[in-house]
């Protein structure tokens, strides 16, 4: 496993197109064993007015594999396999946290629990993402 993880930081913050800054997804705190991201509600809401869930979804996807993929190490990568989601209250406004942390990993596979909460730390969703690690591509 590295132990530098700026590369890392590097690729995530210099792609303004990735949909994590659409959504306006902030990493807060990252290494292979938690991360922590918050996104606004506002702008991500379904017609409703209640926070949509395949931005929930989408945000616990980013941790979770930022995750996998600090955990990977060098020369290997984390591709999302599976993702759960259950919505368990809707938030209106403020910003959601999500915070990742592992439940297994191995060098094939990694699985991340995932809980993203409110403002006022009420769990709004329960996901957990599992990644399949392989070789890195050439370049």
Partial sequence: MTSDYSEIAKLIESAPEQLAAKLGIHLVEYGPDRVVATMPVAGNRQPYGLLHGGANAALA???G???AALSAGEGRVA???ELLCTHHRAATEGEVTAVASPLHRSRSTATYDIAI???QDR???SARLTCVIRDAPPK
Avoid: H, K, M
């Fill in 123 to 125: 769990r709004t969703c």
């Fill in 79 to 81: 591709v999302g396999l």
């Fill in 117 to 119: 909460t409110d403002d």
């Fill in 61 to 63: 996807e980013q941790v």
């Fill in 65 to 67: 594999s930022i995750a």
